[in-house]
């Protein structure tokens, strides 16, 4: 069975005819007794692990929203860039040639980009809203401040030491 160094923490494998006897630590050297209710440890170990698990996958899924939001700003600028240059094109159109389909289908597609343009701008405020707001629960107690001090103990130690 697995055994865990309240000393060292330690791992390591204990044979079960060592239960209830004393066995040396091999990280750190100290005596230990080993009783049968640490047959447990094994679950605190994959326990352990699981949570360790979940923090690698939480940093994952955070760092592929920052790249999503990353991307949704390029295509949000690159949008409203073309958007811009549509109308110029649109309008220096009108000027040469008059009001036509040419025009009209750039200032359709430009108002499509800048629709476009929003809608991802929109996406990435959500995503980084989403980032901003922390994992843990808020608690449900306010905590207990009443065994506190206001320092004034230490202050009056400091001065019998002198």
């Known amino acids: ?23 040396t630590c091999p990280h750190c050297g100290q005596l230990l007794m080993v009783s049968r209710s640490e047959e447990s440890v094994t679950e605190t170990v994959r326990q352990e692990e699981l949570d360790s698990a979940r923090i690698q996958q939480v940093s994952r899924l955070r760092t592929a929203a920052m790249r999503t939001r990353s991307y949704c700003l390029i295509a949000c600028g690159t949008c409203a860039v073309a958007a811009v240059d549509l109308i110029w094109r649109a309008a220096r159109r009108m000027v040469t040639d008059g009001v036509g389909r040419v025009p009209a289908f750039y200032l359709l597609a430009a108002a499509f980009l800048a629709w476009f343009a929003w809608r991802m701008w929109s ?3 959500s995503i980084a809203l989403e980032l901003r707001r922390t994992l843990a629960a808020d608690p449900v107690d306010s905590p207990d401040f009443s065994d506190l001090s206001d320092g004034s103990q230490v202050a009056e130690n400091l001065e019998h030491l002198r």
Do not use: N, T
């Not at 069975?1 to 066995?23: K, N």
């Open 1 to 23: 069975m697995q055994y865990v160094c309240p000393h060292c923490e330690g791992i390591f494998e204990v044979a079960e005819e060592a239960a209830e006897q004393e066995v």
């Open 123 to 125: 996406r990435a405020k």
